[in-house]
């Protein structure tokens, strides 16, 4: 399976490419919202910049606690979303506490594919795909 | 796409959104609809800095939506020069705006008491800042950070002391290391006992055609990252002009008495990126990272205690307040760059003013007694250091005089023939020859921005370019930035974003223009900041060239006034005038 990983954080210049790179490849949408992968400043633009995204567990907690069968982890280890079957409840981000999953504003979880589709638009190589075992 | 323009009044605490299409569809956006907007806010010859004048801050169509169109612009009344104020800022603000649903807010009125302006989306709360007021713009940008809403999507843009004393050459921190710098906008935002603007918002952006969009933006962003059209700024940044401009005898050095220095080389962006470097930043949606900030390790005591403060440079602050002031030490420079970013004034002004007073102390034109005892003299950081405290605090009559800017200053005191300001603002780091002084005269804001008259002398140093091809070469500039300053692009993109680019990025997300709308517009939003600063008493004709420009060399040589006088002759001409 695919795993987006977060090689070099400290490189981040935090120019956002990434997060306006899987709205616009994921969801055809220049958003911040609908962005999978999410850069978070930690005491300002002149503290550090954080790379929040999915860690790809192996035994997620977000597919468990999903009541309605939305988050489904396949036998290869790839996750799928159902955003039809998603209601909004926010029982994943309960869990997962690296904050890796969100809403968007149509109520739908918004969470990382491992797709890679951010890492050719990193200026700074911090996002690499790695190919791990399911 | 959005055309919605937000209001604000301030006085009758009041906030409202209109649909102006029609403003947009003609102006395109950014500087073109806020000229618009300034034309129709603002009353003919009123008081920069009263209740009944106007902020405006627009974006454009391409903002947040392709790579480096990063730009705000904001229209206002300059209280510096009294016509038209003008000045773009990066950070987050674009963004912030974009997501919010505001492609333009305009600002009326005045508040009762000290306030800010909170905006999330359609919610806009004017809020009580008498708690703030007082306290330096790189601190209340730590408070507001706390109180308000919106982490990673929001900007928050603030004055510091200099606005609220109303310092004409005053300027807004945005988001930490960028500034809406030039002009007196902070003393505008302190006249209207407003602190602060925060914004966020959570709109989206639909495009028309996904497909197409993707296949221009990799286009573009593979151009900005892939090429060396923007190495320059990704790399030692724009301060690697210092140690360029100083062997073609075009860096301003002790107010322009000379322009090489002999301590170029101690403060070089090559230095400065080899020993104070630490980081690398950029605005929202801008792979380059061109935000160079230093850290300054000073110690405070024995025993290895050290104070750190993260700085960001340009080359344009080390000209104004290290060249031309003839500091050539590094950590003494950024520490003055760091006291204007603390005060929220403006560092190329701050420094001509400076350069502008120690002459004037060294001529004996200005006393001990003015200057309450501190010692204006060339690369004696510690008086600069008490003379930028004193400008803000205007303890008397000589500093309040300094914060008019230089050239008020020198009507008082004297020593206007090196009063080294066009027009009333003061004068950008390149003396390269006629076309920069041109260039500055003539651009719709006196700056070295409005037109890059700088680039065109040193090509005609290479060339030998007449008269007439330059100012040709200055008309063309001006002209094609007033529609990249409507988009808002970064010039920092000019290579990227060709009129070729322009036009698909345009076409992508489905506003189709020709070569001939984009020129036709130009020139049109060039004429229109014309209209207002002729409406507000500028005339060209009545420009006076202090007489140093004419007597250090420039990297074309010595300019003869008669060349000047010769292209401004041909610009009125070929502009109809």
Known sequence: MHRLKVAHPERCIGCLSCMFACSRINTGH????????????????????????????RDPPCVKACPTGALERRDDGNMKFHEDLCNGCGECIDVCLIGAISLDGDEKAVKCRHCGACVAFCPHDVLELEEVPA | M???????DLGKKESWVEERDELFERWLGGTGVATQLLLEECPQGVDPLSPEA????????????????????AAFKSPLTGELGESYAGGRLAMAMRFAGHESIVIRGAADRPSYISITD????????????????????????EVETGVGRRSIIRIGPAGERLVKYAGIIVDTYRHFGRLGLGAVFGSKNLKALVISGTEDVEVPDPGRYRKVYN?????AVQTDVMDKYHDIGTSININILNQLKGLPTRNFQSTSFEGAANISGEVLADDYLFRKVSCAHCPIGCVHIAMLKTSFASHHEFEIRKVSYDYELIYALGSNLGVSDPAGLLELIEACERYGM???STGVVLGWATEAYERDLITPQETLGVPLQWNNIEGYQKAIDHIVGMPNEFYA??????????????????????????????????ASIVGQIVGVRHSHLGNAGYSIDQKAAKKQLKPEEMTDAIIKEDDSRGVFNSLVGCLFARGVY???????????????????????????????????????????????VPRRFYETITTMGMVDPGTVETMLEIYRERRGW
């Open chain 2, 54 to 73: 106007p902020i405006i801050f627009s974006i454009g169509p391409l903002n947040v939506l392709f790579p480096v169109v990063t730009k705000t612009v």
């Open chain 2, 498 to 544: 060709t009129n070729e680019n322009i036009i698909d990025a345009l076409g992508a997300i489905g506003i189709e223009k020709t070569q001939e709308d984009l020129d036709d517009l130009g020139n049109r939003i060039f004429e229109e900041k014309y209209r207002f600063k002729r409406r507000e008493g500028f005339d060209i004709t009545e420009i006076k």
């Open chain 2, 2 to 8: 959005l055309r919605r323009v937000l209001y604000i």
């Open chain 2, 122 to 145: 359609d919610d806009v709360k004017i809020k009580d800042a008498t708690s703030v007021w007082g306290i330096n713009a790189t601190t209340v940008g730590f408070i507001l950070r």
């Open chain 1, 30 to 57: 220049v958003s911040l919202d609908r962005s999978a992968i999410k850069i978070k400043t930690q005491g300002g633009i002149e503290g550090d910049f954080v790379v929040v995204v999915c860690h790809a567990c």
């Open chain 2, 401 to 434: 005089a300094l914060a008019q800017g230089v050239e008020k200053a020198s009507e008082r005191y004297g020593g206007k023939e090196f009063a080294m300001a066009l027009a009333g603002n003061e004068v950008a780091g390149y003396h390269t020859g006629p």
């Open chain 2, 346 to 348: 403006d560092v190329m």
């Open chain 2, 219 to 223: 286009k573009l962003y593979g151009i």
